[in-house]
């Protein structure tokens, strides 16, 4: 299930590619991608996609295949629809569009390089261990992304320069901006929180670019609010920079980001499960401390006086 009742989306791996109408984004795999390379199934699927113009329920499919990697090879067609959700002739029409001659001939190319060794048993697990495992499946592959930190880095680069900086995270994914902003505002001078929608989001986006912001950050987690994408799509028509932390390069907000870094999200409890997003979003701090020069004397001035006041117990 997905978080408030929705379908979460993808894994992604870890070099730049290009997403629907223009946005920049961090796609799977290392350059030269095959079985021998040690990239995982998910990032060699993610590759297979890549550079291909999908329809929404051709992305949806796809979306399927990244989640259940380890059993794509081996799903017929009437059980791929089954689990996306889709037609069966849907499937097939999925398959031509990535170049085959129909599923049959995907499906022989996906067990031609599927990895030799077996996948890891989890049928021991219940269903709480096999929430946590699927977590850690998630932060390995977010590992993978991050091997090639150019796209992190940039990111940095554009956050620290923005005064003020708007960091906007809507419904499931308002904790998620709201933890960036908390530690943002200790090394960066004007960081502002949005996280309210429709007409006020329009406005607090107007107020920042007249405050002087070139970029805003975006946290997206399904299921994706229709006010965050118009969101989006007003804030890049008044002149900001869209970065954005998504569950996946396929997700709706791709084509309103100029740079968008994929972080997938659990789905095996009744809600997601959103850890790699979340530690995304502190390698994102990371980077923008390295781009800050003054980021360290902040620190250090904000644990002074927070000393002197007795913020804390420890």
Do not use: W
């Not at 990535?98 to 049928?123: I, N, Q, S, T």
């Amino acid at each position: 299930m997905g978080t408030e009742h929705g379908v979460s989306d993808g894994v992604d791996g870890a070099r730049m590619t290009r997403v629907d109408e223009g946005a920049t984004a961090v796609s799977a795999g290392v350059p030269g991608v095959s079985a021998a390379s040690g990239a995982s199934t998910a990032a060699r699927l993610q590759a297979l996609f890549e550079g291909h113009r999908l329809t929404p329920t051709q992305r949806r499919i796809a979306h399927c295949m990244v989640r259940r990697a380890a059993d794509a090879p081996f799903l017929s067609s009437v059980e791929l629809a089954e689990l996306a959700g889709v037609s069966q002739p849907s499937v097939t029409r999925f398959a031509v569009a990535l170049g085959f001659d129909g599923y049959p001939a995907l499906r022989k190319h996906l067990r031609d390089v599927a990895p030799a060794e077996p996948e890891a048993d989890e049928g021991s697990y219940n269903e709480y261990q096999q929430a946590v495992q699927s977590e850690i499946d998630n932060l390995r592959h977010l590992a993978a992304l991050l091997a090639d930190p150019a796209p992190v880095v940039r990111a940095g680069r554009l956050l620290a320069d923005s005064r003020p900086l708007p960091v906007l995270g809507l419904r499931a994914a308002s904790a998620q901006a709201r933890g960036f902003t908390y530690f943002a505002r200790k090394v960066h001078p004007d960081v502002r929180l949005l996280d309210e929608g429709g007409t006020m989001l329009d406005d607090r986006v107007d107020a920042a670019k007249r405050a002087g912001a070139t970029a805003l950050l975006c946290f997206a987690l399904p299921r994706h609010p229709r006010e965050l994408v118009e969101g989006l799509e007003y804030a890049r028509e008044v002149g900001l920079t869209v970065v954005t932390v998504a569950d996946s390069a396929f997700a709706p907000v791709a084509r309103h980001s100029d740079l968008l870094l994929p972080a997938a999200v659990g789905t095996g409890l009744a809600f997601d499960t959103a850890c790699a997003p979340m530690l995304l979003g502190r390698v994102l701090l990371e980077a923008m401390c390295d781009a800050l020069p003054d980021a360290q004397a902040r620190l250090e001035e904000f644990d002074a006086k927070a000393a002197e006041r007795g913020l804390f117990v420890e």
